[in-house]
């Protein structure tokens, strides 16, 4: 790995509106709508507040059909060159693609893998 590891993080939620609110009230910040091409599905992201100058990963609420809360509810996303590389090295190393290489639109690509302990994670590149 040539930066460090972690890119960006998903806490996923069944209700929006509450989990927003305990996650402002606790961290006394605002957290900002982020757009999402695939909005049709239902999905909503809310992100934390993030600056690219400061240390630390970015990250947000995700509200998304068929992915419960608790649990396996948060995804830690690895940062690659390009995420479809990183799946396929998963799935032969025992792991299992859950979903191949998608777009984010302007967000870059995402993969969703799930490790040879059954714990999903994310691949996040920007081609």
Not at 29 to 35: F, I, N, R, V, Y
Not at 73 to 90: G, H, L, P, Q
Not at 99 to 104: A, E, G, Q, R, V
Request: proline share 6%.
């Amino acid at each position: 790995m040539k930066t460090n590891p972690i890119g960006w993080f998903e806490i996923y939620v069944q209700d929006m509106p509450r989990a927003k609110a305990f996650y402002e009230a606790v961290f006394q910040g605002t957290l900002a709508p982020l757009g999402d091409p695939t909005a049709s599905d239902g999905m909503q992201m809310w992100a934390f507040p993030s600056s690219m100058e400061s240390y630390g990963a970015p990250g947000a609420l995700v509200q998304m059909d068929g992915m419960p809360s608790g649990g396996n509810s948060t995804i830690v996303y690895f940062a690659c060159d390009d995420c479809a590389v990183e799946a396929a090295r998963a799935a032969s190393h025992g792991g299992k693609v859950f979903k191949d290489k998608m777009s984010i639109g302007e967000y870059g690509y995402i993969a969703l893998v799930n490790d040879t302990e059954g714990n999903m994670i994310g691949l996040h590149s920007m081609r």
